[in-house]
């Protein structure tokens, strides 16, 4: 009978706790470190529906962007890039036309480098100028976020949160190379995980299977120089060696 009465007094002191806490245990402030382009309008309605149930969104984006504009549902703070808007237009906007033109497999595939070599240059940049701003970063750390909403094919948020200590959240999986299964340490079979864009369903014939082994070795290229500046980048900031595995490796989600 004591030992009765004694749970269901603990049973109501922990509704009682919650009572109290209220609203106040439920809002937390997010920092969002997003893709320029079509990535962002995916996330831009994630942001808005945190802003709805209660959450303080804080977005980073360079003062030159494309799409990344100022809304009512999220505070934006902004950092100098050494881009124009006419440059910044041009590296990721003009490429796409490639894409309309008549020409074969092998020149579309060259093409396709060379605006991802670009593309990337820009972003690389883009994110040194936000790591290396002093005084933003400050601002950042003193703000004592809960966690940081990335696009991991833009890996300066996943260096972000990894300098600030902050969980990542990852609003995408699939990444090249399969970076972010290998970070996660995921079982990842050739056999029977279809890669990305093979087109392969699960249930593939043998030649299929050889295709899903060949077909990332032509990603490693693009890899190489898309995301080893980011690397680079969290060594000097952490003062320490650090792999792009270990970088996706810290996501919490």
């Known amino acids: 009978m004591a030992l009765g009465l004694q749970l269901q007094r603990q049973v109501l002191a922990g509704l ?3 009572l109290c806490a209220g609203r106040w245990t439920e809002a937390g402030k997010v920092l969002v470190a997003p893709m320029e382009g079509s990535h962002w309008l995916s996330m831009r309605e994630a942001v808005r529906e945190l802003h709805a149930r209660g959450h303080q969104a804080v977005v980073v984006a360079p003062e030159v962007n494309v799409l990344v504009k100022a809304e009512d549902f999220f505070i934006k703070k902004t950092y100098a890039i050494p881009y124009t808007q006419d440059d910044f237009n041009y590296f990721l906007m003009g490429s796409f036309n490639m894409f309309f033109e008549r020409v074969n497999f092998l020149t579309m595939f060259w093409k396709t480098i060379e605006a991802t070599k670009n593309a990337s240059v820009v972003f690389a940049r883009s994110c040194e100028a936000l790591l290396y701003n002093k005084d933003l970063i400050r601002d950042l750390n003193a703000s004592s976020f809960d966690v940081v909403l990335t696009d991991p094919v833009y890996p300066c948020g996943a260096v972000l949160a ?19 299964v290998e970070g996660a340490a995921c079982p990842n079979p050739f056999s029977y995980v279809p890669k990305f864009l093979t087109r392969n369903s699960d249930h593939m014939t043998f030649f299929q299977r050889v295709k899903n082994m060949l077909y990332p070795l032509t990603l490693k290229y693009l890899c190489h120089f898309s995301f080893a500046p980011y690397a680079r980048m969290a060594s000097e900031l952490l003062q320490r060696h650090v792999s792009l595995v270990e970088i996706f490796g810290s996501a919490s989600v």
């Not at 600030?164 to 972010?180: G, M």
Request: proline share 9%.
């Open 16 to 18: 009682l706790l919650c």
């Open 162 to 180: 990894k300098y600030l200590s902050i969980p990542a959240v990852f609003f995408l999986r699939f990444l090249p190379c399969d970076l972010d």
